[in-house]
């Protein structure tokens, strides 16, 4: 059974009893919800990728408290404080060499020489790393191949049943996973495009971000279809085709769509900080119609443009499986 709660003091109380317990909770973050397990516990984290249905043993990102606890798991260098100083609490990943000691288990790190942290910016989330008093490994919350979720109904949508407790707190604000950068290689590299643009983190480092080399092994959950709904997605549209729906930015389509034709806009002015907010709700709107076919209109490069180009790139992606 799942208990779903608001998450006021007491259920935050209880969400950390079931983890030290081995449990799943699932909780909000400033970008998505994830699906948290005690990361020191193998048992419980094994119980993440059940829960999802994931294929491999991905790694997954601990949640820490700040830096002083993400200085226990991994190794920052000089740069990595830069930008931890600059982004922390928010929605920065890094993957950095785990130090010696570190308490987050193999099975995090998929047996991997590196970790990858992040303090979370969200209360809800801060409550329930400091009520837990460890790092908490949390993948989105969602089954693998889905979008992620924003809202505790999407976790329940997918997850209900799975896991012990969904903490409902409302919906999150970016919407968009956190950046990732690694810091293994020598200089900087940006795994995964996300909440916070390249460009700010480029400012801090005062260098440019470098792309991974070869992608599928430093990040095994980034698949090409791995942000897949069900519709098909076309991109670049500059027009409607019969039958199809629309996810605008912008007002670009709607001017073009036959009247009934069913529009969903990212940001009616074109703002890549609303879109971002919005795109994985609006993906699961589509679903949740049963459309089949979706025009999906041009979306700059620019800002976070970055990061919802990847996942719509994704998204368009041939099924894998
Ligand atoms: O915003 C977020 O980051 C959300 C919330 C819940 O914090 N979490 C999230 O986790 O998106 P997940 O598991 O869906 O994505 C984690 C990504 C994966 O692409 C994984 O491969 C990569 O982080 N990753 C984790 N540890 C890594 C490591 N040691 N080396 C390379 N990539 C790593
Ligand atoms: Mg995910």
Redesign the pocket.
Same mark, same amino acid.
Request: proline share 14%; aromatic share 2%; glycine share 8%.
């Given at each position: 059974m799942t208990i779903v709660a608001p998450a006021d003091a007491a259920a935050i109380a209880r969400a950390a009893t079931i983890l030290r317990e081995g449990g799943l909770v699932a909780f909000p973050?400033e970008? !998505?919800? @994830?699906l948290g397990a005690d990361a020191t516990q193998a048992w419980a984290v094994a119980r993440i990728y059940d829960a999802k249905d994931r294929p491999s043993f991905? &790694? /997954? %990102?601990a949640?820490v408290a700040d830096l002083e606890a993400a200085r226990r798991e991994a190794i920052l260098p000089e740069l990595a404080l830069r930008l931890a100083a600059a982004f922390w609490p928010g929605?920065l990943?890094i !993957?950095a060499p785990v130090a010696p000691g570190g308490a987050v288990c193999d099975l995090v $790190?998929a047996g /991997?020489p #590196? !970790?990858?942290v $992040?303090a &979370?910016a969200h209360p809800i989330a801060q409550a329930l790393i400091a009520a837990l008093g460890r790092p908490i490994a949390? &993948?989105?919350a969602n089954r693998s191949g889905h979008v #992620?979720p924003v809202t505790a109904a999407h976790v329940a949508e997918d997850l209900s049943g799975r896991v012990d407790m969904i903490l409902d707190g409302g919906r999150t604000a970016a919407g968009l996973? #956190?950046t %990732?950068v #690694?810091f293994c290689e020598g200089s900087p590299i940006l795994?995964?495009p @996300?909440?916070i643009a390249r460009e700010a983190i480029e400012k801090i480092l005062g260098e440019k971000l470098a792309a991974p080399a070869h992608t599928e092994i430093?990040?095994? @959950?980034?698949t090409p279809s791995h942000y897949a709904p069900a519709a098909r997605l076309r991109l670049e549209a500059l027009d409607l085709n019969e039958g199809e729906a629309a996810l605008d930015f912008g007002a670009r389509l709607a001017a073009r769509a036959k009247p009934g034709a069913f529009v969903l806009d990212l940001s009616p002015s074109g703002d890549l900080v609303e879109a971002a907010a919005n795109l994985f709700a609006h993906l699961r709107e589509f679903d949740a119609r049963q459309i089949a076919n979706v025009a999906v209109a041009h979306i700059p490069e620019r800002g976070l443009g970055e990061a919802i180009n990847d996942r719509l790139r994704r998204a368009s992606a041939p099924k894998l499986n």
């Open positions: 973050t970008t !998505v919800y @994830g991905n &790694p /997954l %990102i949640h929605p990943t !993957v $790190r /991997l #590196s !970790v990858a $992040r &979370p949390a &993948p989105s #992620s996973e #956190s %990732i #690694s795994l995964r @996300g909440a430093l990040a095994p @959950g980034m």
